[in-house]
């Protein structure tokens, strides 16, 4: 069974950092692109990260580029999503998404930036 589980998020004040993760299981993580998206409500999924299934290529959406940075590690399973000098336009659903000839998704971790 296919699982993607994120975890990390939570309430932050402006300006703070999280670090979120996803653990990956029932299907061979280290052959899938792994992306980081986020959702607010009434509004379309945003890619916010990708990185290859090696590591070696990553890119980020303008918004964040700086400030966030994403990883992975292919012995655990688990792509990770750390995140820095927050914003309250960065408060979104973040969904995790495993990309190779088929497309899985979490089930998204709440992230609130706010005073």
């Known amino acids: 069974q296919v699982q993607l589980v994120e975890s990390g998020g939570g309430l932050v004040q402006p300006g703070g950092s999280l670090r979120l993760s996803c653990a990956a299981s029932?299907?061979?993580?280290?052959?899938?692109?792994m992306r980081w998206y986020r959702q607010i409500p009434g509004k379309e999924r945003e890619l916010v990260a990708g990185i290859t299934s090696a590591g070696d290529s990553i890119s980020y959406a303008a918004s964040v580029k700086g400030r966030f940075t994403i990883s992975r590690d292919n012995s655990k399973n688990t792509v990770y999503l750390q995140m820095n000098s927050l914003k309250p336009e960065d408060t979104a659903v973040y969904y995790c998404?495993?990309?190779?000839?088929?497309?899985?998704w979490g089930q998204g971790t709440q992230v609130t930036v706010s005073s």
């Open positions: 998404n495993a990309v190779q000839w088929t497309n899985y």
């Open positions: 029932g299907f061979t993580f280290s052959n899938y692109v």
